[in-house]
């Protein structure tokens, strides 16, 4: 009989020469955070120890929250005094060389994501999904094909990722993602579920949201969003909420980071694939990838030439980018 993904991860995590660890993204969401804590389970039912380590910080009031009601422990990589090159590291809902994760120094021998498939990194296992909504679910599916009864935290944290990454089962929503979630609900704690709905940001971010909002403009169907020294989450959600508005069917908003400019890109605009756009935007000065729906970049400082408008290389950009994805179709 064939052997499980999970079985075949296992196997080849034995034989690491020193410590496991599980890496999410550098500023790990609900997803992230729910496959890292649901595959950590998983190893444990097979014998294989891993810590949960990550870069940066957290950021989303939802996250810290979802921490404290699972009791989960996920550690600053520079506070594990153990961390070195001999050690493993499994990457979740993440890929290597992207600009979202640090390149520790332990090897990175596996990867478990549903973002766009970044080609072969040295891995020795690879589940990249990129059809998936969430991590979360592809970490569900590995409980219910190896039939490994789940704990209701569990349960709960990796439903709550779905509902967060998917927002409510409408944006990105694969087959599996409905399955998992409804196989999930009925084994899940969906107070904690409401609990986490209503901390979703903190009384510090109502200020950044205002300025945020200030700043938008909009050209015909796409939502332009500059916010001044924002976080990741606030970056994503501000563009979440800008693609709610009537007639907006493509956001591109940006934010200074020390070292160069940071992109969220949403597009419900059937022809236009987020992930190309922000690629198309970036194109021989940054990098970016992600989803039809939603995508991620980084420009970094030095490649934007001198006493060049950022704004206006953006807009110029996009709405090139725009006109001509729409008549080539």
């Known amino acids: 009989m064939e052997k499980t993904r999970l ?5 080849l995590l034995k034989n690491a020469p020193d410590e496991v ?16 804590f649901g595959l950590q389970y998983l190893l444990k039912t097979r014998g294989v120890n891993a810590v949960i380590v990550y870069e940066n910080e957290i950021e989303k009031a939802n996250s810290v929250k979802m921490l404290e009601l699972f009791s989960i422990e996920i ?5 594990v005094a153990t961390l070195g090159e001999e050690d493993w590291t499994v990457l979740v809902d993440v890929q290597k060389d992207n600009s979202n994760v640090t390149d520790l120094v332990t090897d990175e021998v596996a990867v478990i994501d549903h973002h ?4 072969s990194k040295g891995y020795k296992f690879e589940d990249v999904r990129p059809e998936i909504g969430a991590c979360s679910t592809i970490i569900a599916e590995y409980f ?3 039939s490994i009864d789940i704990p209701r935290n569990v349960a709960t944290a990796l439903l709550y990722g ?12 694969s087959e599996l993602d409905i399955d998992m979630f409804y196989r999930l609900y009925g084994l899940s704690n969906i107070s904690l579920i409401t609990e986490l709905k209503g901390n979703q940001i903190s009384i510090n971010d109502l200020s950044d949201y205002a300025k945020a909002f200030s700043s938008v403009e909009i050209y015909g169907e796409i939502g332009f969003l500059y916010l001044d020294n924002s976080n990741d989450s ?5 563009s979440d909420i800008v693609i709610t508005i009537a007639g907006v069917n493509i956001v591109v908003a940006y934010s200074p980071r020390e070292k160069g400019y940071k992109f969220s890109v949403r597009s419900i605009n059937k022809k236009i694939k987020a992930s190309e756009l922000v690629r198309n935007i970036l194109k021989d000065v940054g990098f970016g990838g992600g989803h039809s729906s939603m995508a991620g970049g980084f420009l970094p400082r030095e490649n934007l030439e001198e006493n060049k408008s950022l704004h206006t290389f953006v807009r110029y950009r996009t709405i090139s980018c725009f006109e001509e994805s729409l008549n080539k179709r």
């Open 21 to 36: 660890f599980i890496q999410p993204h550098n500023v790990p969401d609900p997803d992230a955070i729910a496959s890292c």
């Open 75 to 79: 550690h600053l990589a520079q506070t």
């Open 144 to 146: 219910f094909e190896n």
């Open 234 to 238: 606030l970056l994503g959600a501000a």
């Open 162 to 173: 779905i509902f967060m990454d998917t927002d409510n089962l409408t944006r990105g929503v």
């Open 116 to 119: 766009e498939y970044s080609g």
């Open 7 to 11: 079985e075949n991860l296992a196997q």
